[in-house]
Structures are given as C-alpha cells and as structure tokens.
C-alpha cells in the first residue's frame, strides 16, 4: 500500500490507513503488516499544511497567521503530536512500513529553505530564526533516517521521480521546473531508469491518482482526495521480472 503527501493532514492518513486494514483503532500496525504480508510505503512530505484554512483547522484557529509565534508554537505542536504517534507505528513494524524523505521534511531538517504555497504562505514553524520553533531531537534522529527512494525489486517508489537527481533538494531542484512536470514531459524516464513502475508524488493531479499504464508510473499525491494506491507483488517474482508487479489499482476510502 502506498499513500501520498500527508502534509500534516494525519487525520486523513490515519483513516487510509485503517480503511487499508494497515493500522487499528489505536494507531498501531494490524497483523499482517507485523507480518509483513502488508507492506506500507508513505512517499513523504509529513510536515507543513497546504494552505492557511489546513493550519487553521490543525490548530483550531480561527484563522491562522504565519507571522505569529504564538500560532507557529500551535501548529508546531500539533504536528508533533501526530509525528509522535506515527513514529510508533513506523517502530512497531520497521521492516514493513516504509517512509520516504520529501522535501518538505528535508527543509525541516537542513533549515535552507523556506517553503511556502503559490498563495503565499510560508511553513514557518519549525523555523527559528522566524519564530518558530526547532523540531525535537529524537524526531529529527527519525527522520534523518528516512530514505529517498524504496525499491521492492524493479518497482520504484520515490518521492519526486525516478531521477536522482529530483532526491536532492538543493538549489538545482527548487530552480529546476522538471520536478513538477516531468510525468507529463518525459513520462519515459521511468523505463529509462531499468523500473517496471514508479511511484510518486510531490505534485498534485487533479481528478486524484493518476496511473500511466503506458508508461508503467503513478503520481499518488491524492490523501486529499481520499485515495491511495494498492499494488500486489509477487513473493517468488525474481527481482527485475515484470511478472513482480501483478496488479495495481487506486483505492477510494
């Protein structure tokens, strides 16, 4: 099961997850991800709200103001309290769930770039030096361990794309508009890269998840639009072979 960008919106990523039979009614792994029989990928992007109206509904604010270090210490808080109870699930089944680094989550970690929306509206509050707060040690030590990418054979998932490049969030990615047009550009690159199907996110495609059959890809950021991404793969498939990817789907909740 794959699930797209949750941007904070872990109330969403809880009731997929569950409505997956991936996680119970207490936040915690059901038995066949401690089996691992289910296999749980989240493509990255935990942290920072879409917009001003996610912040306010996140705090409980009225309206949210990003220049306030009192609403910043709020929604600081209530995505660490949700990053808390997601770092216990990832715990409790390390070798079946599966959280990839985005870029978002990047920009927490290294403090290099402020990210904001194309309304104008930056993630300020895991931002000191603009008064927010610093994320807590331990959680940080989490997600410095995430990967950029997870491979099950010659199935790909990646938060951006199949390039490595697009794993980098340095200047070259923010200044490179390839990043959120490459699927539609050069949709190619997927069987350039050697892979059988990729699976991606960071960019948003209207109508939910977009699955390319020709081109063996799906662009999965679509929680908002309550989908996400079941795919089979078999156990004995040896590790290139089409025959390891047998069936993919987008799943309503």
Sequence with gaps: ??????????????SALRAASCADAQCLPTAPVLAGLFQVVLIGDLVHPKSERD???????????????????????????????LRTYQQAAPHAVHIILGNHDDAVLSGGYVLGTGGGLSHLEFDPQ????????????????????????????????????????DDLFY??????????????YVEMAGLHFGVYGHTQVEGGILLD?????????????????????????????????????????
């Design 130 to 169: 603009h008064g927010g707060v610093l994320l807590p040690a331990h959680l940080r030590a989490w997600m410095e361990g995430f990967p950029r990418e997870v491979r099950v054979g010659a199935v790909q998932f990646a938060h951006v794309s199949p390039l490595p490049a697009h794993a980098h969030y």
């Design 175 to 188: 200044g490179d508009p390839s990043t959120k047009r490459w699927f539609r550009e050069t949709p190619q």
């Design 55 to 85: 912040y306010a509904r996140l705090t409980g604010l009225p309206r949210f103001h990003s220049a306030d270090p009192d609403h910043l210490f709020l929604a600081a808080r209530a995505q660490v309290i949700q990053l808390e109870r």
């Design 1 to 14: 099961m794959a699930f797209g960008d949750v941007h904070a919106d872990f109330d969403t990523l809880w």
């Design 213 to 253: 059959a020709d081109h063996r890809f799906a662009m999965i950021d679509a929680l908002h639009d309550r989908e996400y991404l079941e795919l089979m793969l078999a156990d004995d498939a040896a590790p290139t072979s089409d025959a390891a990817l047998q069936g993919v789907r987008a799943v309503p909740f």
